[in-house]
């Protein structure tokens, strides 16, 4: 019996010795659609990647002001919910679709399209701690929407099967981690701080058993809430509010107290967690504790920058390589202070590995998506051994 058309494509892709693919990356900072054109040669521990094309489509204010109505609420307007889940889906592959024209790529010359979606809200069990749920996660932006308009097979909602394996479904980045960062002979850290900072450590022996990754705290969540609060800014471009502020030690030592930073590895967070009601409920319990909004800046800039640090300081060693990837590697506050607190270690972002540092989780889903056509599951530490994704048609 003859397969239909669209089992035909795939089969077809999946019988290629090389892939081009787009991977899209929207995060908890909101600023914009990160997308990846990659070219990818083999699968697993024999990937080799190329980045073809890379570039961030700032998102408008009214597309952001809707997301923050329903994100990381436990409280949210359904029906709005609902039309954004095909909304989003809508506005990433008109948002793929400028970029293709940008480059004068034809869409008929790529494979596939890997699309992480939009995180709203981020519940695991130790989270939530409802008696009979299991870990779970919620990204929207629905891929059949992505390849209709496209006319691209897209794969997405990666992080379900994560969960369903076993997994909390994060750091995703542990995928990519091992198979474009590994190096034998040089244990790395991989670090990238986004809107929550998470961390994979790579040993010199290429020991898969001895890989783990894990969320580390918060990245840049609470920094740019606090610019958008206090300064309507939508970050701290280079740290300037952070650099021109003092760190009040009170608040910073009594913000570290938070039982996240207590509980084993690996764990998973996000901003349902580290949010500004947060901060201010801290601040409430200092007893007519006044705080400049310079000096807020430059302390939750502190807050990122301690917490992984004696988050390497636990784990790992502070005599190791850290290779640094996410918007926190443009900031100087953050680097700067990490290289204060981890003297011994060598701190670079990742462009001397090859990878872009703004699109490294970009490349991750263009990996993940590349792993769903050829790949086959790998057990990395204890993590679960399953291929991501699931598969949206364009006809």
Sequence with gaps: MALNRNLQQLFN?????????????????????????????????????ELLNFVTIPYNDKFKSEIRQVFAKRQADLE?????????GRYHAELILQA?????????EVDYIASHGQTIYHAPARQHNRTGYPDATLQIGDGDHIAVKTGIITISDFRQKHIAGGGEGAPL???GDV?????AGEGRLLLNIGGIANATWLPASQNLSEVFSTDIGPGNTLIDAACKKHFDQPYDKDGAIALSGIVDETLLNALLQHAFFEQGLPKTTGPEVFNLAF????????KAHEIKPADL???????????????????????????????????????????????????????????????K????FALLGNEALGGEPIAIGNNPAVLMGKFSFPY
């Excluded at 709005?80 to 989003?88: D, H, K, M, P, Y």
């Excluded at 990837?325 to 001397?352: C, D, F, H, M, W």
Aim: hydrophobic share 45%.
């Design 297 to 359: 800046i430059a302390t939750l800039t502190a807050y990122t920058a301690e917490s992984i640090a004696q988050f390497v300081s636990k784990y790992v060693s502070t005599y190791v390589n850290i290779y640094v990837s996410g918007g926190g590697a443009s900031n100087p506050a953050v680097i700067n202070y990490l290289k204060k607190r981890l003297p011994e270690s060598k701190i670079s972002n990742t462009n001397v590995l090859g990878i872009n540092p703004d699109a």
């Design 279 to 286: 901060v201010e409920q801290v601040i409430s319990t200092l």
């Design 13 to 49: 892709i999946a019988q290629k010795d090389n892939r081009v693919g787009v991977g899209l990356m929207s995060g908890t900072s909101l600023d914009g659609l990160d997308i990846a054109l990659c070219r990818f040669t083999g699968h697993s521990m024999q990937t080799q990647f």
């Design 100 to 108: 293709f024209d940008e480059w004068k790529i034809n869409p008929a």
């Design 179 to 183: 198979l474009l960062g590994s190096k």
């Design 173 to 175: 980045a542990l995928y």
């Design 361 to 364: 989780e970009a490349i991750l």
């Design 80 to 88: 709005l919910l609902t039309l954004l889940n095909a909304r989003i």
